[in-house]
C-alpha cells in the first residue's frame, strides 16, 4: 500500500502506469484536499465517480469540512461538494458552518465557501436558517 505523499507524487507527475480512482486516496482524503494536485484530482473525480465513491469521499471530507473551508485547496473540494452533493450532503455540510458563517465570510477562502453555499442556498436552507452566526 502507497502512503499519501506517494499517492501524491503519482498524481502531480501524472507518471504512474496505473491511473489513480478515488478509491486509492480513502483515508487520505483530507492531506489530498489540502495539496493543489491532490485538490484538484479530487475534483476532477468528483465529476464522474460512482455516488458509493462520493460517499466515502464526503464522509473524510466531513469530519474536517471548517478545516478545509479556510484552506487554500480544500476549499475547492467542499465547494464542489455543494455543486455535485446530494440534498442530505450540502445540508450536512451547510450544518457544519453554522456558528461559523461571520468568521468564514471574513476569511480569503472561507468567503469563497459561503459564496457557494448562498449560489446553491435553496436547495440547502432557506436564507434566514443559514445566517445564524
Do not use: P, W
Not at 506517494?6 to 489513480?20: A, P
Not at 471548517?66 to 442530505?88: A, P, T
Request: glycine content about 6%.
Amino acid at each position: 500500500e502507497m502512503g499519501v505523499s506517494l499517492l501524491l507524487d503519482e498524481v502531480k507527475n501524472n507518471s504512474g502506469k496505473k491511473r489513480l480512482e478515488l478509491s486509492d486516496i480513502f483515508g487520505y482524503v483530507i492531506e489530498f484536499s489540502s495539496d493543489q494536485y491532490g485538490s484538484r484530482f479530487i475534483q476532477q473525480k468528483l465529476e464522474s465517480c460512482t455516488e458509493e465513491d462520493k460517499d466515502i469521499i464526503f464522509q473524510e471530507v466531513r469530519g474536517s469540512a471548517l478545516k478545509l473551508m479556510s484552506d487554500v485547496f480544500g476549499n475547492y473540494v467542499v465547494q464542489k461538494f455543494f455543486e455535485l452533493g446530494s440534498h442530505k450532503q450540502r445540508h450536512e455540510l451547510a450544518e457544519e458552518f453554522m456558528g461559523h458563517v461571520l468568521s468564514l465570510s471574513l476569511q480569503m477562502y472561507g468567503c469563497r465557501v459561503i459564496q457557494k453555499a448562498l449560489e446553491v442556498r435553496s436547495r440547502i436552507l432557506s436564507c434566514k436558517t443559514l445566517f445564524i452566526y
